[in-house]
Antibody, heavy 120, light 110 residues
Framework: EVQLLESGGGLVQPGGSLRLSCAAS????????MNWVRQAPGKGLEWVST????????YYADSVKGRFTISRDNSKNTLYLQMNSLRADDTAVYYC?????????????WGRGTLVTVSS | QSVLTQPPSVSAAPGQKVTISCSGS????????VSWYQQLPGTAPKLLIY???KRPSGIPDRFSGSKSGTSATLGITGLQTEDEADYYC???????????FGGGTKLTVL
């Protein structure tokens, strides 16, 4: 079955760290760029980061640049998001999303999301 | 403030037609493809339209997309109560080197 399954969310104090994982199955993981998209409670979707298929190219939203690191382990079909120096406004559901083809830029597969709550 | 501008809400009666606009600039919509996503309450987003006007398999032809210049439009005809959801446009912004989403539009089927 083609799917993405996020894990690693939870409650963390401001200034803390958390690592999210996204396990992919049912497609050739290395062939596709992968993304993290988040949604704060009651708010819209916000693109967070993209990593190319071989992991060599990454992009970040200004709001997370310098604090978050996206990476992937193609041998494990897994995407990661290392989140450091977390702030209250990082509280959101974090979705893993597969980019179909970069030149067309659309997300054709989404995970169910994992909730990150930053609070003391 | 989102890079792409959508109306916060639209509404129409069952069976009617509605359009949702998405306005951007030359660095995003003007030179890149637009996609649309439907998010039902409490669920993950789902791809509705890609490459401006194409529908994935399983998406009914009641949903359509178009693009002109720096704006895109999602159209929904024959509205059904199950179409009540939030709708988002998205594209790549070449100047920002970043993905961008619209702020989202809440569709109410009266």
């Amino acid at each position: 079955e083609v799917q993405l399954l996020e894990s690693g969310g939870g409650l963390v104090q401001p200034g803390g760290s958390l690592r999210l994982s996204c396990a992919a199955s049912g497609f050739t993981f290395t062939s596709y760029a992968m993304n993290w998209v988040r949604q704060a409670p009651g708010k819209g979707l916000e693109w967070v980061s993209t990593v190319s298929g071989n992991g060599g190219t990454t992009y970040y939203a200004d709001s997370v640049k310098g604090r978050f690191t996206i990476s992937r382990d193609n041998s494990k079909n897994t995407l990661y998001l290392q989140m450091n120096s977390l702030r209250a406004d990082d509280t959101a559901v974090y979705y893993c999303a597969k980019l179909n083809e970069w030149r067309f830029y659309y997300f054709d597969l989404w995970g169910r999301g994992t909730l990150v709550t930053v609070s003391s | 403030q989102s890079v792409l501008t959508q109306p916060p809400s639209v509404s129409a009666a069952p069976g009617q037609k509605v359009t949702i606009s998405c306005s951007g600039s030359s660095s995003n919509i003007g030179n890149n493809y637009v996609s649309w996503y439907q998010q039902l309450p409490g669920t993950a987003p789902k791809l509705l339209i890609y490459e401006n006007n194409k529908r994935p398999s399983g998406i009914p032809d009641r949903f359509s997309g178009s693009k002109s210049g720096t704006s895109a439009t999602l159209g929904i005809t024959g509205l059904q109560t199950e179409d009540e959801a939030d709708y988002y446009c998205a594209t790549w912004d070449s100047s920002l080197s970043a993905g961008v989403f619209g702020g989202g539009t809440k569709l109410t089927v009266l």
